[in-house]
Nanobody, 126 residues
């Protein structure tokens, strides 16, 4: 059974940093695409970052480019999201997601991912 568990969320002041972790279990995810999404109250879930399964290339939403970094440790089945220079608009529930068959053109589409974690709250105060 595939499970994703996020951790590392919390309350931080604008300009601060947080590191989110996603622990994957149930099978090896070393060849899967791993993604991070977020959802603010009253808004749709939006793409934040992903690491493409075939090449390991990293993709980011324009709103977080240069501030957030996605990484993974395949030996530990872990995915991370380092978030720096946080802004109040980064507030939301952050979700880890994975899929083994997603195509590159769907990387930013939440509907394309089969497995999701329960989410971790990130709140950035101004």
């Amino acid at each position: 059974q595939v499970q994703l568990v996020e951790s590392g969320g919390g309350l931080v002041q604008a300009g601060g940093s947080l590191r989110l972790s996603c622990a994957a279990s149930g099978r090896s995810f070393s060849r899967d695409t791993m993604g991070w999404f977020r959802q603010a109250p009253g808004k749709e879930r939006e793409f934040v970052a992903a690491m493409w399964r075939s090449t390991g290339n990293k993709y980011y939403a324009d709103s977080v480019k240069g501030r957030f970094t996605i990484s993974r440790d395949n030996a530990k089945n872990m995915v991370y999201l380092q978030m720096n220079s946080l802004k109040p608009e980064d507030t939301g529930v952050y979700y880890c997601a994975t899929d083994s068959t997603i195509i590159l053109s769907s990387l930013r589409d939440a509907r394309a991912y089969d497995y999701w974690g329960q989410g971790t709250q990130v709140t950035v105060s101004s």
